[in-house]
Every structure is written in C-alpha cells, then in structure tokens.
C-alpha cells in the first residue's frame, strides 16, 4: 500500500530538477567546466530555464512532458510558433515560487514533413510500452526509442536537425540556462561571453552572438552543443548533444522582469546543436 501511495504522489520540482541536472552534466563535460569557472570566479549560478525536445504525436507531445512539471505546481504562461522549423512551443512557470526555473517545451509537427519521417517515427512509438507516456519517468526515459542507427539518424538530421536530436537523445535536457540576472561580476552578456570565450568555450553565432534586445527584453546566448560519442547499432558516431545558454532579463515599463520568450531568437538559439551546418 505505501508503494502505491508513493507512485501517485507529485515528484517535488527541486527533485525533478537535480535529476535532470545529473543527467545532462554527466552527457555534457563542458558544462561542468562552464559552471565550475563561474563558481570559482566567485558567481553563484542559477537556472533561468531548462528546454526539452519532442513530437506533437499524441503519446508525448508537449502534454505529455509537461505534466510532472503541472503536477509540480507548474502552470503555462506561454505559446510560441516557429514556422521555418516546423514547431510550436509552450514555457510554464511555478505558481508559487517566482524564482523557480521556467521549462521551455518545444514539439516537432510532424505532419509537416515527409511520409518517411512521420513512418520512421510511428513506428519507433509503436515500441513504446503502452501506458508509459502517463507515467512520470517519462521526461527522464533518455534513450526512450531504443539504441539508434546512425543511417537512419543520418536521414532524419537531412530533413529535420531537431527531429534527428529527438531520435538519438530521447527525452532529457535539450539544456539549462544561466541566469545572469543573478551573477555578481558579469553585468552584461557580452562580458559573460568574453568570459565563456577566454575560457576556451566556443558559441554559437547564428543570428549573431547575442540575440535579442534590451528593448525586446531579453538577451540570449548559448555555446556550441558538444560533440558526444553516442553508441549506435551500427558502431559508435560523435555527434551534437547538449548546450549551455545564457539569459539576461530586462524589466518591463511596470518595473517587472520579462518572463517570457521571443521566438525569433530561440529559433536561433535551436542551432546550437547544429553542429554539420558550422
């Protein structure tokens, strides 16, 4: 009985979190590195957002992920739309806690693109064991697809970089994001950047290093995704994982710190993991 009683009860969200965390600094060296150096320069960092990958397939579309995070305390604050990349968003904040990290949630429309893509991944979901996308392990599942090919990983990144990303990495952190709002001795994004640089860091510079505007509110910059030996069925391949992002938040004519996202520069922050267009 307390087994079961257990099972249902709401997963608290610094949990979710720290889960989440250890995953994505285990797949990523280079953030650890980034969080030690801001550490040991005295900074003390905190999270702005964390972003996820996934499909608009009725079995784990935004939904679905997004519900830990419901039954968190989380609510949606936001809807976003990028139609070059062929996705609609949604950011969710914690009702009670307003320094509580967002969680950006973006889904691939797959009946925009080809019958081949949409095949290849019904029937990657087909293998999912039925019931599982109600389940709150769901947004921690990693390699929820199984080990991949790399040819047909080499098929999706043609069509869809995203939609590639989704089929090697599952559902994990696409990434976690500093707030620099909350450090000390960097007071703009330029000087975190020059930091990340003199580092050794590299990043990412479509759109420009920066992207947006004090006066759109909110300034945005990542490193590269670091490239990750992933274990294939057909051999061992390094490609793009994780990223790193940066954000400062500008208040609003109220006096109150924009929350949100501007999607033109989260379109450009996607590219972070496009390692094969560099």
């Given at each position: 009985m307390l087994e079961t009683k257990l099972k249902k009860e709401n997963m608290r969200s610094d949990i979710i979190f720290e889960r989440l965390w250890n995953d994505y600094t285990a797949l990523n060296p280079d953030v650890s590195a980034i969080y030690d150096a801001f550490v040991a320069a005295g900074e003390t960092v905190i999270n702005d957002h964390i972003a996820f990958r996934t499909l608009n397939h009725p079995r784990i579309c935004i939904e679905k992920l997004s519900r830990v995070f419901l039954?968190?305390?989380?609510?949606e604050k936001g809807n976003y739309h990028f139609e070059a990349k062929k996705l609609v968003a949604k950011h969710y904040e914690k009702q009670d806690d307003p320094t509580a990290p967002r969680v950006f949630i973006s889904h691939l429309l797959l009946e925009e693109f080809s019958d081949e893509l949409q095949m290849n991944f019904n029937q990657l979901i087909d293998q999912i064991p039925k019931g599982f996308e109600d389940e709150k392990e769901l947004i921690f599942s990693?390699?929820?697809?199984?080990?991949a090919s790399f040819s047909i990983y080499e098929k999706l990144r043609k069509e869809s970089e995203y939609a590639a990303w989704v089929y090697a990495f599952g559902f994990r952190a696409n990434h976690f994001t500093v707030s620099v709002n909350h450090l000390k001795k960097f007071?703009?994004?330029?000087?975190?950047?020059?930091?990340?640089?003199?580092?050794?860091?590299?990043?990412?510079?479509?759109?420009?290093?920066?992207?947006?505007?004090?006066?759109?509110l909110l300034e945005q910059s990542s490193t590269l995704a670091g490239l990750y030996n992933l274990q294939f069925t057909d051999g061992k391949h390094s490609i793009p994982g994780c990223y790193y992002e940066f954000a400062l938040r500008y208040p609003d004519e109220e006096g109150n710190l924009y929350n949100g996202f501007i999607a033109k520069s989260a379109d450009k922050i996607f590219e972070s993991t496009d390692f094969y267009s560099k």
């Open positions: 039954d968190a305390g989380y609510v990693k390699d929820i697809f199984g080990t007071s703009t994004l330029g000087h975190v950047n020059d930091f990340l640089k003199s580092k050794g860091f590299r990043l990412n510079q479509s759109g420009g290093e920066i992207k947006g505007n004090p006066e759109e």
